[in-house]
């Protein structure tokens, strides 16, 4: 084995790719195998996976001899990079945010021929140093950048050099951002998770800021543009007037979804407000300006490489991915119409809406907006002629153990006779008048054929639980004596005592 003619020390902040890059240069070798291969670390399961190669002990040792003197020291900062507590959390949007594919700054490189770590996060959007956005394409080609020492000099395709590429004019950096360049150069293992748990879920929204649902990914997909999203998710925390535009945008986006009721226009913002851990100025104040006095700012670009592969459908992608913003499911639509996911179960029961095919799972099953609607419109009704209105707020419900998804299902399947108004099908629902006091009756009949839990007998009763083990006591009502121990009600005795109650 050949002695290495340059052996380089790492650079503070420096990634360990990077670092095994330079000396690869340094050396006249660029390709990641043939750099692990000049280390004697073995071309077969070492090689650097093209970007991300992790801090290890057989790597370490290998530097160590090739560099011909005791470097530990200095690789010690590579086992930090390496072991943040916050890089991998699986209840986050993007569970893994280490990126695996290069993105730089390219004066940033001009200048100081170093690759920095923080580059390879999926959160950062802007180099504080330039101000201009990490790029992950070669600004003179654009075709994307390869993970090889040539980096660090220039482009391999069209053999642009870096230092002679004049940079655009900067752009505007968050504070947000500013602060977390700062915080990820003094102490990385002290940023705060709850802020990277927000910044991811702004991150997967702005890539679909038109859709309900967003999926969970373990790591942020290849995407040239990939930077200029986050810089979005930073405004859209941080700016009133930029949330504000994207709801405005969601107006028009989702104009569609009107005959819902317009709470399924905005739903998109409102889903990711609920989400977020973090009391942020752009949604907080951005959710009260009133659209009006808004611009429409520029068009949210949006993009598919954000859907999970169990939802891609072969007709919304090459349909530019327009139809998963009519993507519903069960928690979507509960939260957006602020009823319990129990409520929505039961509105979607007995397969009234269609659901998307490729889904096995009950759970998770997934519903079209325009299918909704266009069931729902077969039910449309102008006056509430021989109908009466009701409220999915009116306590019938509660008192007879029924709730508006039961009637809006049993309509659906003509149990009733009823239907919905215009332009607010499911807010404004419609039934017979003589048939709904039948329906609510019928509904209790069935709840209190076999016991009924203690906690759904206060409700209906509206009293607390203390209440129903008083009536139980004064022998109004019964324990069900096969569940004494889980404290449920004998059905018949409660039938019974609310009949008196009426
Ligand atoms: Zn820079
Ligand atoms: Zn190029």
């Given at each position: 084995?050949?002695?290495?003619?340059?052996?380089?020390?790492?650079?503070?902040?420096?990634?360990?790719?990077?670092?095994?890059?330079?000396?690869?240069?340094?050396?006249?070798?660029?390709?990641?195998?043939?750099?692990?291969?000049?280390?004697?670390?073995?071309?077969?399961?070492?090689?650097?996976?093209?970007?991300?190669?992790?801090?290890?002990?057989?790597?370490?040792?290998?530097?160590?001899?090739?560099?011909?003197?005791?470097?530990?020291?200095?690789?010690?900062?590579?086992?930090?990079?390496?072991?943040?507590?916050?890089?991998?959390?699986?209840?986050?949007?993007?569970?893994d945010v280490r990126t695996g594919y290069p993105r730089i700054c390219t004066q940033c490189v001009a200048e100081t021929g170093i690759l920095d770590w923080r580059w390879g996060l999926a959160f950062t959007s802007t180099c504080p140093k330039h101000a201009s956005l990490l790029t992950a394409e070669c600004p003179g080609c654009k075709k994307a950048l390869t993970p090889s020492g040539t980096l660090l000099l220039g482009c391999d395709k069209c053999e642009m050099d870096w230092a002679e590429f004049e940079a655009p004019m900067a752009s505007e950096m968050s504070d947000l951002?500013?602060?977390?360049?700062?915080?990820?150069?003094?102490?990385?293992?002290?940023?705060?998770?709850?802020?990277?748990?927000?910044?991811?879920?702004?991150?997967?929204?702005?890539?679909?800021?038109?859709?309900?649902?967003?999926?969970?990914?373990?790591?942020?997909?290849?995407?040239?543009?990939?930077?200029?999203?986050?810089?979005?998710?930073?405004?859209?925390?941080?700016?009133?007037?930029?949330?504000?535009?994207?709801?405005?945008?969601?107006?028009?986006?989702?104009?569609?979804?009107?005959?819902?009721?317009?709470?399924?226009?905005?739903?998109?913002?409102?889903?990711?407000?609920?989400?977020?851990?973090?009391?942020?100025?752009?949604?907080?104040?951005?959710?009260?300006?009133p659209l009006d006095s808004i611009a429409l700012g520029d068009e949210l670009s949006e993009n598919t490489r954000y859907i999970a592969q169990p939802r891609r459908e072969a007709a919304f992608e090459s349909g530019e991915g327009v139809g998963y913003r009519y993507q519903l499911d069960i928690a979507s639509i509960a939260s957006i119409k602020g009823w319990s996911e129990e409520v929505t179960e039961d509105l979607v029961g007995n397969g009234v809406f269609p659901t998307f095919k490729n889904v096995a799972q009950s759970k998770k099953r997934r519903f079209d907006a325009n299918q909704i609607i266009g069931k729902l419109r077969q039910f449309a009704v102008q006056t509430a002629d021989g109908f009466i209105e009701v409220d999915a707020d009116s306590s019938a419900f509660r008192r007879n153990f029924a709730n508006p998804g039961m009637l809006v299902n049993d309509i659906l399947k003509k149990v009733i006779p009823g239907g919905f108004g215009e332009d607010k099908f499911l807010s404004r629902i419609f039934v017979h008048e003589s048939r709904f006091a039948k329906?609510?009756?019928?509904?209790?009949?069935?709840a209190t054929r076999r016991s009924v839990p203690l906690n759904k007998v206060a409700?209906?009763?509206?009293?607390?639980?203390?209440?129903?083990?008083?009536?139980?006591?004064?022998?109004?009502?019964?324990?069900?004596?096969?569940?004494?121990?889980?404290?449920?009600?004998?059905?018949?005795?409660?039938?019974?005592?609310?009949?008196?109650?009426?």
């Open positions: 084995m050949t002695r290495l003619a340059v052996r380089p020390l790492p650079v503070e902040g420096e990634s360990l790719t990077g670092y095994l890059f330079r000396l690869g240069m340094l050396n006249c070798v660029f390709r990641p195998s043939e750099i692990m291969d000049v280390l004697g670390v073995g071309k077969s399961s070492h090689v650097v996976k093209g970007w991300c190669q992790p801090a290890c002990d057989y790597l370490f040792d290998a530097l160590e001899t090739r560099l011909e003197r005791p470097v530990r020291p200095y690789l010690r900062q590579f086992e930090r990079q390496d072991d943040l507590p916050w890089q991998r959390d699986w209840t986050r949007l993007i569970q951002e500013l602060q977390l360049w700062a915080q990820l150069e003094q102490d990385p293992s002290n940023v705060d998770p709850t802020v990277i748990q927000d910044l991811c879920r702004a991150i997967v929204y702005m890539m679909r800021p038109f859709d309900s649902l967003h999926d969970t990914l373990e790591a942020a997909p290849r995407l040239i543009e990939h930077s200029a999203y986050v810089a979005r998710a930073y405004r859209t925390l941080q700016e009133p007037e930029f949330f504000a535009q994207w709801r405005k945008q969601c107006h028009e986006k989702r104009k569609d979804l009107m005959p819902l009721g317009e709470e399924f226009l905005e739903a998109p913002c409102q889903l990711f407000r609920d989400g977020l851990l973090n009391d942020w100025s752009g949604p907080a104040r951005g959710s009260s300006i329906w609510l009756l019928q509904q209790r009949k069935s409700v209906a009763l509206d009293c607390t639980e203390q209440d129903v083990r008083r009536l139980v006591e004064e022998q109004k009502l019964k324990w069900a004596t096969h569940r004494e121990w889980e404290k449920w009600i004998d059905g018949p005795s409660l039938f019974e005592y609310m009949i008196c109650l009426d």
